[in-house]
């Protein structure tokens, strides 16, 4: 059972990317999923989480009206759009699922999930 990111690499300031998280080996359609990033240097910090059925979403200020989170349950797969990138966005980004039921409010701290996927890099230059 695993969960992979990918769709990280270096763009400049102003771009855009879309992250994928795919499971394997587990349908997280029952689970809230999140996103997490690390950049160099700092802690985990939250970034985004989604409900299960998709009809909930929450953001960190930081990325707020920047970074769009949705899924894709047919296809196992949770995304996170990246607009309007910074510098200051450059991390490691990870996503991760939430075993137990929906929560309402979404979670945010990186000890309420319980798989985590690999991270992939996200770098932006200025």
């Known amino acids: 059972v695993q969960l992979q990111a990918f769709g990280g690499g270096l763009v400049q300031a102003g771009g855009s990317l879309r992250l994928s998280c795919a499971a394997f080996?587990?349908?997280?359609?029952?689970?809230?999923m999140g996103w997490f990033r690390r950049a160099p240097g700092k802690e985990r910090e939250f970034v985004s989480a989604?409900?299960?059925?998709?009809?909930?979403?929450y953001y960190a200020d930081v990325i707020k009206g920047r970074f769009t989170i949705s899924r894709d349950n047919a296809k196992n797969t949770v995304y996170l759009q990246m607009n309007s990138l910074k510098p200051e966005d450059t991390a490691v980004y990870y996503c991760?699922?939430?075993?137990?039921?929906?929560?309402?409010?979404?979670?945010?701290?990186?000890?309420?999930?319980?798989?985590w996927g690999r991270g992939t890099q996200v770098t932006v230059s200025s």
């Open positions: 991760a699922a939430h075993y137990g039921l929906g929560q309402t409010p979404l979670l945010s701290e990186f000890h309420e999930y319980d798989l």
């Open positions: 080996g587990r349908h997280v359609s029952r689970n809230d």
């Open positions: 989604i409900a299960w059925s998709g009809g909930g979403t």
